[in-house]
């Protein structure tokens, strides 16, 4: 019979107890290895296995059986066979499914994922990179970077890695030169600047000698960095993940007795404990917990990512699919959502073919409503579509049947992501990545193309003509707060005084380019944000620009300002209490809100986040049109507009 040792004796001579507890305490890291094909992924995971002695003497045996059988390596130990499980790959050579493999060293605890480099099974690639915090990204030092190469690291930037670590590999067999090494760095670092990976790091090795993997390399004394495993034991993760905002998906109402109701699930973000006041989503209704019951009893306190059976001081209804969550910060609630989609069936995605859309604990059914465009993962340029293929990423909108309760994935993965299911064969056909509207503008590092006009005549030209400076005027405030109000009075007084000047309401705007916008605050912002683009067309040639827009989101609220230019907008808040605001209301909105017609109503549902920073405060509250008017006149003197 095989023996199941390994040799030495890993417990080091400490008693189980003590090992094990130790090994409980370790951090772990979940990475993944991609690039191009043979690039030598499948090689390092068990050069990794093999030189922290993680194989069993059985599978050494069988492994060396296995390499002369495939005769891949010339009578010597092929490590890639250890992860090439399936019968398939070790027929055609190639790695297709992800294989998992789990190792430790003394500092840390490795789950790692050796993803498919065929293009045909990109999909399978973003299902593997999805919970990773660092990946490997292989390189062939013969052939360099490769289009794999860079549909690998796009996706790795889509999904939120921030560690990136490129493996320059087969050093060995361009003879460790290091201009090789330089060439390939740099042609790599012209195409990631794009991508805005914040931790990116170059290791020279030879997956098949061993050298620079997990020992130093004799061969390359011009590299001064650390092995490949040091690097991985040593990178900082901790910080990676921001604890953000409670997120817990109700995923089971549990009724064991009839004196108990819980409602069990895994807390997404966030903390909470005993005692905090919590709000239940759809239903708005506020009530606190009581008791949070765990496996090991009960708790005062827990965390993302443990599992939880909380129970509440009020008799609230609460099902399956909805969200607890603090109430002074909830999640965006929204039937159409921006996201970007990685396409994993082979018929393709079209606009107006219904799905089941599964985030977190809620499922419901979505349609495409549009899809605006495909991105070439190769050049990160944007490109029209009127369908997406398998493997192909696109940015699209999805009507929802039902509301979701979610964040930007670059806030919250939990709550970001999503995948699709096909309603009649119940397979998974793609997966998502939510966006919050102010994203949607532009995915980081992708190519939109030129911007400007193409007018031959410049901006100063036409300013001089006119004898005045585009500039836009941004009044922001709550519903009811005079916004509309002070922007026609303003329009007045700057047509009169000979200027050029036009108005964009944010009323006025959705009989025309926004027709097909609600009022929730996500509709609100992209209401500005189509806005925005029209003013600064006005600025250019010369107009000034009064916008008049809850715009209840600072942060689309600067992008507007990016936009535009920080010298040609100016921010003024009309700060009107909401007690004033809902007093003046005449449309009957703000009740409508309050007895929950109107989902996310800035104000009651939905928050409204203040400038910090405006040009101009406006107490309209205490303020008469007149005086704010006057107000807003001199700080556009101040300016050299007015």
């Known amino acids: 019979m095989p023996t199941r040792t390994l040799a030495p004796d890993p417990l080091g001579g400490l008693d189980i107890e003590r090992y094990l507890e130790r090994h409980q305490q370790k951090e772990l890291l979940r990475l993944l290895t991609c690039g191009s094909v043979d690039d030598g992924k499948s090689t390092l995971i068990g050069r990794l296995l093999h030189d922290t002695r993680q194989i069993y003497e059985d599978q050494l045996a069988a492994l060396q059986r296995d390499s002369v059988k495939q005769g891949t390596t010339g009578g010597g130990v092929d490590l890639a066979l250890l992860t090439d499980g399936l019968r398939a790959e070790r027929e055609q050579g190639i790695t297709i499914d992800v294989a998992y493999r789990y190792f430790s060293t003394e500092r840390r605890k490795f789950i790692i994922a050796d993803c498919p480099g065929h293009e045909q099974y990109t999909r399978n690639m973003a299902t593997g990179a999805s919970n990773c915090h660092l990946a490997i990204i292989l390189i062939d030092a013969r052939h360099g970077v490769m289009p794999q190469t860079r549909r690998h690291s796009f996706i790795c930037a889509l999904l939120g890695i921030k560690h990136l670590v490129v493996a320059i590999n087969k050093m060995d067999l361009v003879a460790f030169r290091q201009d090789v090494f330089d060439q390939i760095r740099r042609d790599y670092s012209d195409f990631i600047a794009r991508l805005e990976i914040p931790d990116l790091r170059f290791v020279p090795m030879s997956a098949l000698t061993g050298e620079n993997v997990v020992r130093e390399a004799p061969n390359m004394p011009w590299y001064p960095g650390p092995p490949l495993l040091t690097q991985l034991e040593t990178v900082a993760i901790a910080g990676d993940e921001d604890p953000g ?89 929204s039937d159409e959502v921006d996201a970007t989609v990685v396409w994993m069936a082979e018929r393709p995605l079209v606009p107006g073919r219904s799905y089941l859309l599964k985030q977190t604990t809620r499922v419901v059914p979505a349609e495409l409503a549009a899809l605006h465009h495909k991105i070439d993962v190769n050049t990160l ?129 959705r009989q025309s380019l926004s027709r097909d916008l609600g009022y929730s605050a996500d509709d609100r912002s992209e209401n500005l944000r189509r806005s925005a683009e029209v003013a600064r067309l006005f600025n250019q040639i010369g107009v000034v620009c009064i916008c008049a827009f809850v715009a209840p989101h600072a942060a689309v609220r600067e992008r507007v300002r990016q936009l535009i230019g920080a010298d040609r907008l100016l921010e003024v808040h009309l700060s009107a209490p909401l007690a004033v605001c ?61």
Request: glycine share 10%; net charge negative; aromatic share 4%.
């Open 582 to 642: 809902r007093a003046r209301d005449q449309t009957g909105m703000y009740a409508r809100a309050e007895r929950g017609e109107l989902k996310a109503f800035p104000g009651v549902s939905a928050p409204y986040e203040p400038p910090i920073r405006a040009d101009l405060v406006l107490p309209s509250d205490l303020l008469g049109p007149d005086e704010c008017v006057e107000r807003v006149l001199a700080l556009l003197r101040e300016r050299g507009v007015a």
């Open 381 to 509: 340029e944007q490109r029209p579509a009127d369908s997406l293929a398998m493997n192909e990423v696109g940015r699209v909108t999805l009507a929802l049947h039902r509301p979701i309760f979610h964040d930007p994935y670059t806030r919250n993965r939990s709550t970001g992501a999503f995948i699709l299911i096909d309603r009649s064969s119940n397979g998974t056909v793609g997966a998502g990545m939510l966006l919050a509207r102010e994203d949607a503008w532009s995915a980081p590092g992708v190519d939109e193309g030129p911007r400007d006009p193409g007018s031959q005549i410049p901006q100063a030209e036409r300013e001089a003509r006119l004898g005045q400076r585009g500039l836009t005027v941004l009044l922001t405030g709550l519903p009811g707060a005079g916004k509309s109000t002070l922007a026609y009075a303003l329009e007045r007084r700057l047509f009169d005084a000979g200027r050029a000047v036009t108005v964009l309401h944010g009323q006025a705007m």
């Open 245 to 333: 905002e409670l997120r817990f998906p109700v995923q089971l109402v549990s009724r064991p007795s009839h004196d108990f109701r819980g409602f069990a699930g895994t807390i997404a973000s966030g903390e909470l404990r005993r005692g905090d006041e919590v709000m239940i989503l759809p239903s708005h209704a506020r009530t606190r917990v009581e008791r949070i019951v765990s496996f090991d009893g009960d708790r005062e306190h827990a965390h993302a990512p443990m599992a939880v059976t909380l129970t509440l001081a009020d008799e609230v209804d609460v099902s399956r699919g909805d969200m607890i969550v603090h109430p002074h910060n909830p999640p965006q609630q």
